[in-house]
């Protein structure tokens, strides 16, 4: 769970608005968590347990079960309470990940590059932390009541030698369990035909929830698909846009 609490409101069509059934599930799902940890009364919020509600299909008992795994995770994985640069170095100085813009909704803009990351040299608990660090980053730049992101998975040049199942379940665990409806759409973009055969293994590992996000989008109708959700202005350089790319650390969104 992430400690920065967000404040809420209609935005961008990611139904913000609770429910009435929402609002009672939450007061319940709140008394539930707070009998079998005391201390979650400190940090949680509303917001946050609609999603992991959301994410759980508003069922109280595998909500709160998924809220409270990610409390202990979040003491042991993230035991400062954030991710800092010096604890991604080698991940960082590999430049994969960008950030900068926001589109139509609101939601802040995350850019990978898949061709960027080796399997021969990722070591899996830094690649870990930098899985935290940019969700962190993307979470606490989401303002005016917004609690999605979007991300742009660049595919170009990518190879047998980036690869990483391992690697990728990995980062799909992380978000999809402690980051639950963050994500608000992927476009999967020049994306090679030897990816599908990854993308074949990867699948069964990804919910159904963060299946219906991802777009994979045809190099002939890049920048036309991307400017339905993202403005001129707010789009990368490199598919047509204005923006220049920002090393996720150098953003100060």
Not at 41 to 52: Q, S
Not at 153 to 178: E, K, T
Request: charged share 30%.
């Amino acid at each position: 769970m992430e400690s920065k609490q967000i404040k809420t409101s209609v935005c961008g069509g990611d139904n913000n608005v609770d429910t009435s059934e929402e609002k009672k599930k939450m007061a319940l799902m709140r008394a539930f968590v707070e009998r079998r940890d005391p201390n979650a009364k400190e940090v949680v919020d509303d917001l946050t347990l609609r999603r992991f509600l959301r994410a759980r299909d508003l069922d109280i008992e595998k909500a709160s079960a998924m809220f409270l795994k990610c409390l202990k995770w979040r003491k042991t994985a993230v035991p400062n309470g954030f991710v800092s640069e010096t604890e991604v170095p080698n991940e960082l100085a590999q430049a994969k990940v960008f950030m900068q813009g926001r589109d139509k909704a609101g939601r802040p803009i995350g850019v990978v590059f898949g061709a960027k990351h080796f399997y021969s040299t990722r070591e899996m608990d830094e690649f870990k932390r930098l899985v935290v660090y940019v969700l962190d980053k993307l979470c606490a730049s989401m303002t005016g009541g917004q609690e999605k992101f979007v991300g742009i998975v660049d595919l170009q040049g990518w190879g047998y030698s980036n690869c990483d199942i391992r690697g990728y379940v990995a980062a799909l665990d992380i978000m999809q369990n402690y980051y639950p409806e963050r994500l608000g759409k992927a476009y999967m973009v020049h994306v090679p035909y030897l990816f599908m055969k990854a993308w074949k293994i990867i699948y069964p590992f990804i919910d159904n929830n963060t299946r219906k996000k991802i777009v994979f989008v045809e190099n002939k109708n890049l920048k036309a698909t991307l400017m339905e959700d993202i403005e001129e202005s707010q789009l990368p350089q490199r598919y047509g846009g204005e923006l220049p790319l920002v090393p996720i650390e150098k953003s100060a969104m």
